[in-house]
């Protein structure tokens, strides 16, 4: 395949690292120019004619005139999105009120009507999107090659983390899951909670035990500072939910960490019960789940490398192709 350049465009405002930044890292193993950024630099694209654009979420005014020019000059243009922006729930009331309007809705349609093709994480997502467009490609989320061998730095004290990561977007998941992980934490005294990104405490834990680490600029800086012995991920059964991801429990397995999950959409999908963790089905299990993994050093081993095993097929060097596939094919 001959060496092309491309640019990733991070238009939106998140998941830059892993839907532009990683690929656009991936690419460049294979052999291809690449350049990226959050800016468009339109001079420079001028003089580029054949470069490739890979759009994240190009839906404000501005960039979709820009996005709508270039393809009116015939460039070629890959729209990336990683979630059904369509179905936001009202516990994101920035998003939902941005997915609200008519003329961002539009532009949204208008965009990937007009790519050459479009990314997507899931097959939900795809289906939603092939009504818009029908060349679409499912490129699976992936996680840094270099994650598969770090381990995290955990306490040694006797104390168990239990731990979860994300934004400000995860009201309705917490809302539905909160009480039953707060049982468990009130009936087991040598655990402790660790909040990442957003702060969700909730009252889980009494006697404050309860840590909470800001966001932290930069996914790898994030990863690096993930030190649980256990992960959570509770999620609702949701249309929007549907259609994402389970990277948060693709970071734990990668990380070596197992996982209670929520048996809903992506991490029934992706979690492989009993070997890498375990999915609940009804809000008691939290407790015993957690109570087993808690209990149990060995176990918690035992998952960890199963999981950080079956990470291992969704390193960023092995989803590379198919990248490939959808910028240049």
Not at 224 to 235: E, K, N, Q, T, W
Not at 246 to 259: C, H, N, W
Not at 300 to 318: K, L, P, T, Y
Request: aromatic share 8%; hydrophobic share 40%.
């Amino acid at each position: 395949m001959t060496t092309c350049e491309v640019f990733g465009w991070e238009n939106g405002s998140a998941g830059g690292y892993y839907r532009v930044q990683l690929p656009m890292r991936s690419l460049a193993g294979l052999g291809h120019a690449v350049a990226g950024g959050t800016a468009l630099p339109v001079d420079w694209l001028r003089d580029h004619p054949d470069m490739i654009v890979v759009g994240q979420r190009v839906l404000e005014p501005r960039a979709s005139r820009l996005w709508q020019e270039m393809a009116a000059a015939g460039r070629r243009l890959i729209f990336e999105i990683d979630d059904d922006l369509w179905n936001v729930d009202r516990s994101s009331p920035f998003f939902h009120g941005l997915m609200q309007r008519e003329d961002v809705r539009e532009n949204l349609r208008r965009n990937i009507e007009v790519a050459h093709a479009v990314t997507v994480t899931t097959e939900p997502l795809a289906d939603r999107v092939r009504t818009i467009n029908p060349r679409v490609h499912v490129i699976p989320n992936a996680v840094p090659d270099w994650l598969l061998d770090h381990r995290p730095a955990r306490r040694t004290d006797g104390i168990i983390t239990v731990g979860w990561g994300g934004d400000g977007t995860h009201a309705m998941d917490w809302e539905d899951h909160a009480e039953p992980i707060r049982g468990f934490f009130s009936r087991h005294p040598h655990t402790e909670m660790h909040c990442m990104g957003a702060d969700y405490d909730l009252g889980l834990t009494p006697e404050g035990r309860t840590r909470f680490t800001p966001w932290i600029q930069g996914v790898e800086p994030y990863l690096r500072a993930v030190d649980y012995h256990i992960g959570i991920a509770p999620l609702r059964k949701h249309v929007f939910n549907h259609s994402k991801s389970a990277l948060r429990t693709l970071e734990y397995a990668a990380l070596g960490i197992p996982v209670v999950a929520s048996a809903v959409g992506p991490y029934a999908r992706h979690v492989r019960e009993e070997v890498t963790g375990y999915l609940v089905r009804r809000p008691h299990e939290w407790d015993g789940f957690l109570n087993v993994l808690a209990n149990d050093a060995d176990l918690r081993d035992r998952m960890g490398a199963a999981a950080r095993e079956h990470a291992s097929a969704h390193a960023s060097s092995r989803v590379a192709p198919l990248w490939e596939k959808a910028v240049f094919g």
